[in-house]
């Protein structure tokens, strides 16, 4: 039950990259509508507006041209306006002339009513506003503050006319505006959705041909894929081919490991069968055999499983100062000198790494006299490490032989013959090699070995 429901959490975790992309893409395509239509729709709001207030400003100018003063000092127009709605009742269309001590000379329009002049207020300019002194109908109006010739009064020239117009412009324009970018919105969409769908394809393409080599139908991922996916597919091909190898070289350990054991067992078992006197001896001898054969395999197994890391990087001088002071130990007869390159980095892993240099700082502490000398220098992409004792060295006829598992010059000394055979394995393992030399400045054996170095 638990693992249903850590599976379940995994898989809405992942989510779908069609589902994001998609997603990303409709509320980026919403934004921009969204942001877009607004601004349009301000611009075009204005326009309407603006075209709106233009008329009933010629028909302001027009008032002003047309007035002048009557006997009474009042004012009255030379000329009638040409609008007719100004005559009919309630038509939508008003004008009024306001001066302090004379009646307003309004339009017939107005009929019973009359338009609200502020007292404290004075636009020589013309002033825009809208208002709702009139409770069934909304009015745009504009207004300005003239005085005629022949009068010392400040008229104030009125015209309005009901928003119901306007109004109506404006939301006919805002239902255009939201149908039209609600289909384009959705045209996007889809548009987006055709894009993901064709552009994503070769990756459903590389599930399917991942689903064949998992069903055993192939081996390779051998399709042509569009340029950005080609290193993917190269890069699985490439661990495909890794494991095949890893599979292959654990089989192979598998299968000399069993052959190494089978003689050792065989003799074991005869012994046994016959009841051999030196039976206990013979368990012994065998024994340490197979022993000798498990570390061996088990050395080549844990670094074969550990190359194939990229990151394996390994410090060379903490290496070897952790093996010298564990040698020392060891040996304190034995002085042991460090030398050359510090900053050195090894493609391998820290643990090989001190097991090859354990194997063979302490073969020269143990088999030379009283010195080890150990240099370390970069050249061509490799480490190289150069461990040289001053005991008396082996014949260059010999050193071959030491590279076997099990080899032994000095039988004196305990050991089981392994140390170089797994230091040569390990190091062709991650790509280096070992090679046994004389040494010019102490006498003794030289070993070189050298490793790739990390970049």
Do not use: C
Not at 138 to 166: C, H, K, N, Y
Not at 172 to 178: E, G
Not at 224 to 247: D, G, K, R, S
Not at 330 to 347: E, F, M, S
Request: charged content about 25%.
């Amino acid at each position: 039950m638990a693992r249903r429901i850590l599976r379940r959490r995994r898989r809405r975790g992942s989510g779908s990259l069609t589902r994001r992309m998609l997603g990303i893409s409709a509320i980026w395509i919403l934004v921009l509508l969204v942001g877009g239509g607004v601004a349009l729709d301000r611009v075009l709001t204005s326009a309407i507006t603006r075209n709106f207030d233009s008329a009933l400003d010629y028909v302001l100018t027009a008032m002003i041209a047309s007035s002048e003063i009557g006997p009474d000092g009042e004012v009255r127009f030379n000329r009638p306006l040409a609008d007719q709605r100004f005559l009919e009742p309630y038509s939508g269309l008003y004008y009024q002339i306001s001066g302090r001590g004379y009646e307003p000379f309004r339009s017939r329009s107005l009929w019973d009513r009359a338009l609200e002049v502020g007292p404290n207020h004075s636009d020589m300019e013309v002033h825009t506003f809208d208002s709702r002194e009139f409770s069934q109908e909304p009015l745009r109006v504009l207004e300005r503050d003239v005085m005629l010739p022949g009068s010392p009064v400040v008229w104030r020239f009125q015209v309005a006319q009901g928003r119901t117009i306007l109004d109506e412009q404006i939301a006919v324009l805002r239902r255009t505006l939201v149908r039209s970018f609600a289909l384009l919105g959705l045209g996007l969409i889809f548009m987006s959705v055709l894009q993901l769908t064709y552009g994503l394809w070769p990756l459903r393409r590389v599930r399917i041909a991942i689903a064949r080599i998992r069903s055993g139908r192939a081996a390779r991922l051998d399709e042509t894929f569009p340029q950005e996916i080609t290193p993917l597919v190269e890069e699985l091909n490439a661990l495909l081919a890794h494991n095949e190898t890893q599979a292959e070289e654990a089989r192979r350990h598998a299968g000399n490991l069993a052959h190494a054991l089978k003689t050792p067992l065989t003799v074991i078992m005869n012994e046994a069968t016959a009841n051999s006197a030196d039976l206990n001896t013979t368990v012994i001898r065998e024994a340490t055999t197979m022993r000798r054969q498990v570390d061996h395999h088990l050395a080549r197994a844990r670094a074969v499983g550990r190359r194939g890391s990229a990151q394996s990087r390994a410090e060379v001088w903490p290496s070897l100062e952790a093996v010298e002071r564990a040698v020392a130990r060891l040996y304190p007869d034995t002085t042991i000198d460090l030398a050359g390159v510090r900053h050195a980095v090894a493609h391998v892993e820290r643990q090989d790494l001190d097991e090859m240099l354990g194997n063979l700082i302490e073969n020269a502490a143990k088999y030379g006299g009283s010195r080890v000398f150990v240099t370390v220098s970069e050249e061509a992409g490799f480490v190289q490490f150069l461990i040289e004792d001053d005991g008396a060295g082996i014949p260059e006829e010999q050193r071959g032989t030491l590279f076997k598992r099990g080899a032994r010059l000095d039988t004196d000394k305990p050991g089981t013959g392994l140390g170089l055979a797994i230091v040569r394995d390990v190091a062709e393992i991650y790509g280096g090699t070992v090679a046994l030399e004389e040494s010019e400045d102490l006498g003794g054996l030289l070993v070189r070995l050298r490793l790739p170095a990390a970049e």
